[in-house]
């Protein structure tokens, strides 16, 4: 139930921000849809299943600032690898373990790997992630774990 509540907040918050209208005609047939969309997915089986109330949490927050300074920082590291040409650039591919519980973890762990300038999931098979990385220290990074970590909490929360 706390999913569908989750939800129809969330769609009405969007709803709002690009409707524009807040006339109650408007108004009536932006919760009308609302509705119908919250009846489609009960129906469907879909809402507390597959759904995550993460989006709403101060948990997620936190995490895209930090993921926001390793985007920051790895820019520069590959800003500066380039600069000094191809004798620092090591090419490497690996698989990384995942130990998220929910696909939904895995996929925002897998993403925020590729989001990190330098590094690209390649495949998401099972617990293992296949990633290309730019620069070996980048893999050195990975399995040291902190992001793993990070994507787990935020998982719990």
Known sequence: MRHKINLSILLALFWLLNSGHYSNLMLF???????VVIFIAHRMDVVDHESQSMGLSLAFT?????????IIVANVTVVKHIWLGNKTISPTM????????????????????????????LGLVGDEITVHALIRENIEALK????????????KS
Do not use: F, H
């Not at 936190?62 to 390793?70: A, Q």
């Not at 990384?96 to 925020?112: E, L, P, R």
């Open 144 to 155: 040291s774990g902190d992001m793993d970590r990070r994507v787990s909490q935020l998982e």
């Open 62 to 70: 936190k995490y895209g600032l930090w993921l926001s300074k390793e």
């Open 94 to 121: 690996t698989k990384v373990n995942a130990s998220q519980t929910t696909d939904v973890g895995k996929v925002i762990y897998a993403n925020s790997i590729t989001l990190t300038p330098g590094t690209v999931s």
């Open 29 to 35: 047939l932006g919760v009308l849809s609302i509705a």
